[in-house]
C-alpha cells in the first residue's frame, strides 16, 4: 500500500511540475519549434545534432560537402549546441558534452556555419553560429 501511495505522489508531483512552461519539451509544437541552418563549408560529409543542454542530443541529419540544409526541431531545454561526426567516421569515440550552449527561444532560427575540420580525428571543429531571428 505504501509503495502504491508512493507511485501516485510522484505522479502527482510530476504532472504538477510538467504543466508550467510548456515552452520546452518534445511537445511543444509546431509554432515553438526552431530552425538550425547547417552550413557546411568543408569537403566532407557531417551529421549534425543539437546537443540540448537538458542533456538530450538529438540527431538532424546529414549534410552534404559545400551545401546548406535546414533543420526543424522542438526545443528540449533553453540552451543547446550543434554537435557533429563527420564523414564514415561514425561511432569512432564517445563525443564530448559541450561547455557552452546558447540561449533559445521558441521560434527562433540560428544559423551554424562549420569553417573547418582540424586534426587527424576530425573531431575538433571550427564553428561559427548566429541568430537570425529571434523567436517568442
Known amino acids: 500500500m505504501l509503495r502504491k501511495l508512493l507511485f501516485v505522489s510522484v505522479g502527482i ?3 504538477c511540475a510538467s504543466s508550467g512552461g510548456a515552452d ?3 511537445d511543444a509544437g509546431a509554432a515553438g519549434d526552431i530552425d538550425m541552418i547547417i ?3 568543408t569537403q566532407e560529409v557531417v551529421t549534425a545534432f543539437a546537443w540540448w543542454e537538458s ?3 538529438v540527431r538532424l541529419g546529414d549534410v552534404r560537402p559545400r551545401s546548406t540544409r535546414t533543420f526543424t526541431t522542438s526545443p528540449r531545454s533553453q540552451g543547446v549546441m550543434l554537435s557533429l561526426n563527420v564523414g564514415e567516421g561514425r561511432g569512432s569515440g564517445r563525443p564530448v558534452r559541450p561547455e557552452t550552449y546558447v540561449d533559445v527561444s ?3 532560427r540560428w544559423e551554424w556555419t562549420i569553417n573547418a575540420l582540424q586534426g587527424a580525428t576530425r573531431a575538433a571543429n ?3 553560429y548566429r541568430r537570425i ?3 517568442n
Open 13 to 15: 508531483l510530476t504532472g
Open 24 to 26: 520546452f519539451g518534445p
Open 39 to 41: 552550413r557546411n563549408q
Open 55 to 57: 542533456g538530450a542530443r
Open 106 to 108: 521558441p521560434g527562433d
Open 126 to 128: 571550427d564553428i561559427t
Open 133 to 135: 531571428s529571434e523567436g
